[in-house]
């Protein structure tokens, strides 16, 4: 049997509608791991393998689940970001100058950073966030329906982006973290601690010390005259006796 090359590692792409750590799925539909890939159309290699692994899952196709017969028109998962979705409606801006396809899992897939170590903090797995994605390309025959399906494999963390949709940063929702007051100084250990000193209180059976209030000048008096001790009379800048 012929070995179809049907696996690709990408280049960097921005990841979007980021499902890896929990399953999703419509109503009605089965919750599953996936991803939207968002691959710009600088990325020429990226594209050459993919549409090079497409090919191989149709013949793949021919030889196994359509029985030989090549559909005419296999439903293919990669869509040109400038122009329409399945559904006639227009892609986001985030997809201008890019293709765009969504890989999708029953298992959940790996999560590693630029050094391979799986990332626990969910937070840093975002829509707009930058990385590289293992896929594998496969045929499907559903109720009529013929084409070629995304298996999402292992998804490497590359670097930060710009947010999409309406995730906002702490910093975004709550401003600038205010400036901390300054401590209140702590007495040292086994030390009571310092406070307000209060009035001294009188003791039990003596009045309050009240605060006194200043003395009265004392009362100005008139000089009183010198009297000659002699003539008894009073003086008045003479010699006494005279």
């Known amino acids: 049997m012929a070995e179809f090359q049907t696996s690709v590692t990408t280049g960097e792409v921005r990841l979007s509608y980021v499902h890896l750590f929990q399953p999703y799925g419509r109503p009605g539909q089965e919750p599953r791991y996936s991803v939207t890939l968002l691959i710009p159309k600088t990325d020429i290699a990226t594209k050459q393998r993919i549409d090079a692994a497409i090919a191989a899952a149709i013949e793949k196709g021919v030889a196994t689940v359509w029985g030989g017969a090549r559909p005419p028109q296999p439903k293919i998962p990669i869509h040109d970001g400038d122009g329409l979705r399945p559904n006639g409606e227009p892609f986001g801006p985030e997809c201008?100058?890019?293709?765009?396809?969504?890989?999708?899992?029953?298992?959940?897939?790996?999560?590693?950073?630029?050094?391979l170590n799986p990332i626990l903090d969910q937070t840093r797995v975002y829509s707009g966030v930058y990385g590289r994605v293992h896929i594998n390309f496969f045929p499907f025959s559903n109720s009529g329906n013929r084409g070629i399906g995304a298996g999402l494999g292992p998804v490497q963390i590359l670097r930060d982006g710009e947010p999409l949709g309406n995730r906002v940063t702490a910093e975004q929702a709550f401003g600038a973290a205010p400036i901390p007051a300054a401590p209140t100084p702590q007495p040292a250990y086994g030390q009571p601690a310092a406070y307000p000193q209060a009035a001294p209180q009188p003791a039990y059976g003596q009045p309050a010390a009240y605060p006194q209030p200043p003395a009265a000048p004392a009362?100005?008096?008139?000089?009183?005259?010198?009297?000659?001790?002699?003539t008894g009379k009073p003086l008045q800048g003479g010699v006494w006796g005279i």
């Open 96 to 115: 201008r100058g890019h293709w765009v396809m969504t890989a999708s899992t029953k298992q959940q897939p790996q999560v590693v950073d630029a050094q």
């Open 219 to 230: 009362p100005q008096t008139m000089p009183q005259p010198q009297i000659d001790p002699i």
